[in-house]
Every structure is written in structure tokens, then in C-alpha cells.
């Protein structure tokens, strides 16, 4: 059984940074899709960033410019820079072998 471990949520101020980091518990030979989403409360869950296993990334219009999106085996993470209010959610790494996985979620929170 796959686990995914997330780190690095916390509280910032706007224009701020924040690096998340997302760990499989177990050597996995091939992740077609790693990602990133994001959810709000009443909100569905959105994406917020995708990386394929041949590098190609997607992200969401409202990060573009913002954030980056990298993995290094079974690690993704994602890098948030010039952070928003808008921003706060709690974000969900996500992996795709032959079903997806989910991590626990990492709150973000973007407060003056």
C-alpha cells in the first residue's frame, strides 16, 4: 500500500514563499502523474499542478508565473512564490500508478 507524505505547509505573509514536498513511503517503479491540488472549505478540490513521468507540466491559470512544479523519484514538490490571500487551502499531493494516491493534505495559510 502506497502512503504519501507531505511536509511543509505553514502560515506566511503575502508575496511570501513556501516549498511543498510530497513522499512516497515506498520505491514506486513508475508514476505516470504526480500533482498537486487544493481545496477550500464548501470549495470542490482543484488542481493546482500536475508533472508527467516524461516531464511535462500543467498548472492552474491563477499560480502560473508562481509556481513550480518538480519531482525527484518519488518526491514532488512545489514551489509557491509571491504567495496570495487566495492561496490558503490545504493542499493535496497526488500520484498516479495504476490508481491514484492521495497525502493527508498540508494546510497553507497566506495572512498579513
Known amino acids: 500500500q502506497v502512503q504519501l507524505v507531505e511536509s511543509g505547509g505553514g502560515l506566511v505573509q503575502p508575496g511570501e514563499s513556501l516549498r511543498l514536498s510530497c513522499a512516497a513511503s515506498i520505491h514506486i517503479f513508475r508514476i505516470n502523474v504526480m500533482g498537486w491540488y487544493r481545496q477550500v472549505p464548501g470549495k470542490e478540490r482543484e488542481l493546482v499542478a500536475t508533472i508527467t513521468s516524461s516531464g511535462k507540466t500543467d498548472f492552474a491559470d491563477s499560480v502560473k508565473g508562481r509556481f513550480t512544479i518538480s519531482n525527484a523519484e518519488t518526491t514532488v514538490y512545489l514551489q509557491m512564490n509571491s504567495l496570495k490571500p487566495e492561496d490558503t487551502a490545504v493542499y493535496y499531493c497526488?500520484?498516479?500508478?495504476?490508481?491514484?494516491?492521495w497525502g493527508q493534505g498540508t494546510q497553507v495559510t497566506v495572512s498579513s
Open positions: 497526488y500520484m498516479h500508478v495504476d490508481i491514484g494516491y
